[in-house]
């Protein structure tokens, strides 16, 4: 599915250049001391945001930062966003987000002028968020998020948030199709450790199957901290290395303090950023879907209302791999040939081995996660090296699944 979507006059999508968002803090308590604006310089700043390449404007009353301190109040909140808006509105040419959990606050912004709700806690700070969001019938920014913001650890946990909070919009009569999604990088809570967030960067592309705008958020965030050991004032180029990743894998929106630092690299990732394939013709569509991990289909699937229990049997059918296997005997590639076939995969060996001219050979097994299952659960009760070889195939497929054999090394 093409993601094409007009977000208050701003088309926005994989046709469509990927938009800047430009941060404005009105909060002393932000982890980005540089930030940090006040009214007198307000105008100034979001002018030369614009200037600079932005289209959105997110504007924050309240540190969303997890340590920030003092915690201020609702009425504070309004008392700091209310005159900044007013001052924008009808002097500034950009869509006004308001990045705010409480619908108290959400709503009034939205009276004030704001065109867009930023909730990084995705409406479960304040669930009546999602009644002023079906009430304006304004695009939402939501964070994946479960109890609190960015909770999820892990790109299961938050593709499963995700698909929850579109569940839970939806049933609220919510336009979903007017959602940005945010997969909440940074540390949010304590236990989120970098590697949960290189993962996401990395595996970015899987927030495709939603068929929604993506959001990235990664601009000085701890995650660079982690890599290059610098404070929030040093990590500029960091936080571009990783915007142009999230660019290259998809990301439609990126949330940034460097606005014009980061235009040239929006600029230059996008356009090495391959094309999704589509065809349309009136109300027919076909398009071309990339599953990379297994839960992707099924999320995928469900959004197309098939059952439950039909993506679960079926999701292993749609990511194949290809396994090099090294060095073994020509008959146990043979029979390893042998029992992919049997399974509707396939496999390659050196033209000698087939004739028995060779005694050792490498072999190429192709097939999907379900049939290499399959495969190993065979070939486990098989003779010669073959229950080895059949764990040291499971094992390596279990590590490209693997977060920690993934990500985890020394910083």
């Known amino acids: 599915m093409v993601v094409d979507v007009d977000i208050c006059g701003l088309k926005v ?7 800047l968002m430009g941060i404005i803090n009105l909060s002393k308590e932000s982890f980005y ?6 009214n007198d310089s307000l105008l100034d700043v979001a ?13 924050g009353a309240r540190s969303t930062w997890p340590l920030a301190n003092p915690v201020i109040s609702e009425e504070e ?24 959990v ?8 939205l009276k004030h002028g704001a065109d867009i709700i930023n909730d990084v806690s995705g409406f479960t700070t304040n669930p009546e968020m999602m009644d002023v969001v079906a009430e304006y019938d304004c695009p939402a920014v939501v964070m994946a998020s479960e109890k609190v913001p960015g909770d999820p650890i892990g790109m299961d946990a938050i593709m499963q948030s995700l698909a929850d909070i579109i569940s839970r919009a939806d049933a609220k009569d919510i336009d979903t199709n007017k959602l940005i999604l945010d997969p909440a990088v940074g540390k949010w809570i304590p236990e989120k ?29 701890s995650c660079i901290d982690a890599v290059l050991h610098k404070p929030a004032k040093e990590r500029l180029y960091g936080s571009l290395a990783a915007t142009a990743i999230v660019i290259h894998k998809g990301a439609h929106i990126v949330r940034t303090h460097d606005v014009a630092e980061t235009k040239d ?13 589509f065809v349309k013709e009136g109300d027919f569509e076909v398009t071309i879907s990339d599953i990379t991990h297994p839960d992707d289909a099924e999320y995928l699937m469900r959004s197309m209302k098939v059952t439950g229990t039909g993506a679960k049997v079926m999701k292993n059918k749609t990511v194949s791999k290809v396994v090099r296997v090294n060095n073994i005997t020509t008959t146990e590639a043979l029979i390893i040939k042998q029992e992919i076939l049997a399974r509707g995969g396939d496999a390659a060996l050196e033209r000698d081995a087939v004739s028995h001219e060779t005694n050792k050979t490498d072999v190429l097994i192709i097939g999907t ?15 010669r090296n073959l229950p080895l070889i059949a764990e040291m195939i499971a094992e390596v497929l279990e590590n490209d699944m693997d977060v920690e054999h993934g990500y985890l090394r020394e910083l």
């Open 265 to 277: 690299v929006v600029e230059v990732a996008a356009a090495m950023r391959k094309r999704q394939p």
């Open 13 to 19: 999508g994989d046709e469509h250049p990927v938009r």
């Open 102 to 109: 409480y619908a108290s606050v959400a709503k009034e912004s």
């Open 33 to 38: 001391k540089g930030s940090v604006v006040s």
């Open 77 to 100: 909140e309004l008392n700091r966003m209310i005159p900044a808006l007013d001052l924008l509105n009808e002097n500034v040419d950009a869509l006004i987000s308001v990045d705010t």
């Open 369 to 383: 996660i379900l049939q290499f299952e399959k495969l190993v659960h065979k070939l486990s009760f098989q003779a």
């Open 47 to 59: 002018q030369k945001m614009i200037n600079d390449g932005a289209t959105i404007l997110d504007i």
């Open 193 to 221: 450790d970098p590697i949960f967030d290189f993962e996401t960067i990395d595996q970015f592309e899987s927030l495709r199957v939603f068929g929604r705008p993506l959001l990235a958020a990664v601009s000085r965030k």
